[in-house]
Structures are given as C-alpha cells and as structure tokens.
C-alpha cells in the first residue's frame, strides 16, 4: 500500500490531469442532456484507479457521479476484470461546467460491501445514452 501523503499527491496530480481530458463525442443539448467535456482513468497502483470527468450544460452531482461510474467500469473489462468498488467522489461546479472525480478499487472477484458495480452491466447502461468510457 502506498504511504497516505504519497497517495494524497497522487490523488492530486490525477484531478490536476483533469483538464487534459480528451473531448469526447458531444450529446445535442437540445436535447436537455449534458455535454461530455471529457472523462479519463489513471492508474493509482494496489489495484486502484482515479477516474475524472467534466460535463457542461445541464449537470448535477448525480449525473458527475453516474458518468464517473463508467471510466472504472470499462478500466476493470480492458484489464480482465468484472467489478469495481467505489471509495470516494468529489464534485465541483464552476460555472456552467461540472467536474468529478473519483477512486474506485479494481478487485479480482466480486468486492463486499454496497457500493460494487458490475463492470460489464455498468458500461452497457453508459452506452444507452450516450456515456463515453475509456
């Protein structure tokens, strides 16, 4: 395990990297959607990613939170993996714009606990409307 303030300074360095987001396919606002300004995976090591997404337009914290989902989910199938579990989000507004960004842990099974996402299923549902993964 990483020491905490090595982990802190990377943890930093990962929502820094934030605004170097590729653009991503962009969603019609006229359709009252959000625009995905980019979303990004990076590797923390111990089996942990950052994940970082801005959205402009129409955004709040649930829909930071519902695009961050799908970065770690597709991270975990491109590496051999069928789960992710949450550990943390921040949202931020500034402006018209949302950023998020959030660290889930990449396990070799199934993890315990509430906050466990089906890596295959989540990155079907981000398909449906649109949620770019990496």
Request: charged share 20%; glycine share 14%; aromatic share 4%.
């Amino acid at each position: 395990m990483q020491h905490p303030l090595t982990l802190l300074a990377t943890l930093g360095t990962a929502t820094a990297a934030l605004g170097a987001c590729a653009p991503q396919a962009e969603v019609s606002e006229d359709r009252g959607q959000p625009v995905h300004a980019g979303i990004q995976a990076i590797p923390l090591g111990d089996g942990m990613v950052s994940t970082g997404v801005a959205l402009r337009g129409p955004a709040d914290r649930a829909g930071v939170e519902a695009h961050g989902r799908c970065a770690p989910a597709r991270y975990a199938l491109d590496r051999g993996y069928g789960f992710a579990r949450h550990v943390r989000t921040s949202a931020r507004k500034d402006g018209q714009s949302w950023h998020g960004d959030a660290v889930y842990l990449i396990p070799a099974g199934r993890p315990e606990g509430l906050h466990s996402i089906d890596a295959e299923a989540a990155v079907t549902e981000c398909a449906g409307p649109g949620i770019p993964t990496v």
